[in-house]
C-alpha cells in the first residue's frame, strides 16, 4: 500500500546523463568565464562570443579552455579522490555532481553524495583528507608547468592600471621563485592574463576552502580525525567566531553617518543573530555572543582605522553557521588515528597554511 508513494531509484542511464551533462554545462560555463576573466574582468558570461564565427571564435575559446580545463581538471581529481576513498571504505557515494553559475569562475565546484552512514572517525578522516590530498597533488605540477612556460600575456596588451588582482599564496610565491624566470612573473593585477596560472592559483585557494577546518568540510573532519569530536568542537566555536570577526571587521565603523547605521544596521544584526542562534546550547547565549562580536569590530575599527576584513566571507559564514553547522558529529567507532595518519593530517593543516589567502579578489 506505500508503494505508490516510494520514489523510484533513478535508471542508470538516467544518472549518467544528469552527471555527464551537468559536467558538460559546468565546461561551457567555465570556459566562457576563462574568456572573461583574460579580458580583465569579473562579471557575467561573455555570450556574445557565440555571435563570433571562424578564427575569432575559436581564438576566444582556446583562451578559455585554456583555464577551464586545467580548473575542471584540479576539481575532478579532489572529487574522484573523495568518491574512491569511499568505495574503498566500502562507504556508498555518488559520482560528482558539478555546478555551473553565469558569472564569476562559472562554477561552484562539484559535491559527491555519501548515501551511507559513516561509522568510524578514520573513515571520516580518510575520505575528508583524500579529496583535498588529491587535488592538490594536480595543482602544483599545474602551477609549476606555468611558470616554466611563462609567455606575453594572453588576451591582449597588459595594462597594470586593472584593478581587480588576484591574490597569490604562500605556495604560489613560493613556487614562482623556485620556477619561474622573475622577469616574466606577472604582478598580481596582471595574472588574469595567465589562464593557466590563474587555474592554479585558483586551485589553491578552493583547496584551503575546503580545508577550512569547520563542521562537515574536508578540513572538519580531518581535524576531527586528529582531535576527536569533544576538543574539535571547542575548537571550532573559537575558529568560527574569529572567522566571522575578520569577516565582519570594518563593515560598521563609529564614524558612520547615520543612514548607513539606519540601514544597515539591522540587517547586520539579524545577520548575526541568525548565525549564532543555535552555535550556542541557549539562543540568549548565542545572541549575547553576536552582540560582543559586533562590539569588538567596532572597538577594533576605531582603535585600528585601518584594519578591514572581507565581507565576501559572511555569506559563506551563513553556510556554515544556519545550514552546514560549525561542529562534527561524533562517530559510533571513535578510535584514535594512526600514527601515519597523524602526521599526514598536520601535513594538511600545513598544507592549508600555505594555501589559504583570505582575500582571492581584490
Not at 566562457?32 to 557565440?50: K, N, S, W, Y
Not at 585554456?66 to 575542471?72: D, G, R, V
Not at 599545474?142 to 588576451?155: E, N, Q, R
Not at 575546503?210 to 574539535?232: A, K, T, V
Request: proline residues 9%.
Amino acid at each position: 500500500m506505500f508503494r505508490r508513494f516510494e520514489r523510484p531509484e533513478p535508471s542508470p542511464a538516467r544518472t549518467a546523463a544528469l552527471h555527464i551533462g551537468l559536467f558538460l554545462l559546468t565546461l561551457v560555463t567555465t570556459t566562457l568565464a576563462g574568456i572573461q576573466l583574460t579580458r580583465g574582468a569579473l562579471a557575467m558570461l561573455p555570450l556574445e562570443v557565440f555571435g563570433l564565427r571562424g578564427a575569432a571564435l575559436w581564438a576566444e575559446l582556446k583562451r578559455g579552455l585554456w583555464f577551464a580545463l586545467p580548473f575542471l581538471g584540479v576539481l575532478t581529481v579532489h572529487e574522484f579522490g573523495h568518491y574512491f576513498t569511499a568505495r574503498h571504505n566500502r562507504v556508498r557515494a555518488s559520482l560528482p555532481y558539478y555546478i555551473p553559475f553565469p558569472m564569476g569562475l562559472g562554477t561552484f565546484g562539484a559535491v559527491i553524495r555519501i548515501r551511507e552512514r559513516i561509522f568510524s572517525r578514520r573513515e571520516f578522516f580518510d575520505i575528508g583528507l583524500a579529496g583535498p590530498l588529491a587535488g592538490f597533488l594536480v595543482a602544483v605540477p599545474l602551477l609549476i608547468y606555468g611558470f616554466t612556460h611563462l609567455s606575453p600575456a594572453v588576451g591582449g596588451p597588459i595594462v597594470y592600471e586593472q584593478t581587480l588582482e588576484v591574490a597569490q599564496p604562500l605556495l604560489f610565491q613560493l613556487l614562482a621563485r623556485l620556477f619561474a624566470d622573475p622577469a616574466l612573473v606577472p604582478p598580481a593585477n596582471e595574472l588574469l592574463h595567465y589562464p593557466v596560472l590563474l587555474a592554479g592559483s585558483l586551485s589553491l585557494f578552493f583547496t584551503a576552502l575546503n580545508l577550512l577546518p569547520l563542521g562537515q568540510l574536508d578540513g572538519g573532519h580531518i581535524l576531527y580525525g586528529l582531535l576527536g569530536p569533544g576538543r574539535f568542537n571547542r575548537l571550532a566555536l573559537y575558529l568560527f567566531i574569529g572567522f566571522i570577526f575578520y569577516a565582519g571587521l570594518g563593515l560598521f565603523t563609529l564614524r558612520d553617518d547615520w543612514q548607513t547605521w539606519l540601514y544597515g544596521g539591522p540587517v547586520y544584526a539579524g545577520y548575526l543573530a541568525l548565525i549564532f542562534w543555535r552555535v550556542l546550547p541557549a539562543p540568549r547565549q548565542g545572541l549575547l555572543l553576536a552582540a560582543g562580536i559586533w562590539a569588538a569590530q567596532l572597538g577594533c575599527a576605531a582603535a585600528f582605522p585601518g584594519l578591514v576584513g572581507n565581507p565576501g566571507w559572511l555569506v559563506f559564514g551563513l553556510l556554515l553557521g544556519r545550514f552546514t553547522g560549525i561542529y562534527h558529529p561524533p562517530a559510533p567507532d571513535e578510535r584514535p588515528l594512526s600514527p601515519g595518519r597523524k602526521v599526514l593530517g598536520w601535513v594538511m593543516v600545513a598544507i592549508f597554511v600555505l594555501c589559504f589567502t583570505p582575500s582571492p579578489f581584490q
